[in-house]
């Protein structure tokens, strides 16, 4: 996306995971997002998959592919995605936070692979948006 960190797409991205966390109870000291080359955003899970008890979970965004919920896992290829929410880059933090309730108790909602890497065009704007929001 590539946008000023003042600008009001990052502005809305930081509104936007901030009220993702809070609907999942998750503290502002336990997320962060950026802005850059490419947008991100880290929410660090107070729960455990019932199959990976020994990993903490992690909901983490990305400009490209939306949420997804993968394991805390120090590996160099970087998160093991358990599933990606897809299609919608964006959706309401409602249905996020029906997505995790999912995978926090064993099922599998989303997909397995990323999502198609879908269009970024309008991305700066429907995340400033949330400015107002």
Known sequence: ????????AA?????????????LGVSEDAMY??????????????????LFTEY??????DERHGW???LE???LDGPVVLSYLGPDQLPTPGRIRHFV??????????QPNPPRCRSREHLADRLAKFVTA
């Open 1 to 8: 996306m590539n946008v000023a960190p003042d600008s009001e």
């Open 11 to 23: 502005l809305g991205l930081g509104r936007y995971v901030t009220t993702v966390a809070r609907l």
């Open 33 to 50: 997002h950026e802005v850059g080359d490419l947008a991100s955003a880290y929410i660090a899970l107070p729960t455990r998959h019932p």
């Open 56 to 61: 903490d979970l992690m909901l983490v965004w």
């Open 68 to 70: 997804a919920v993968g």
């Open 73 to 75: 896992i120090d590996t």
């Open 101 to 110: 309730d999912e995978v926090v108790v064993g099922n599998c909602p989303g």
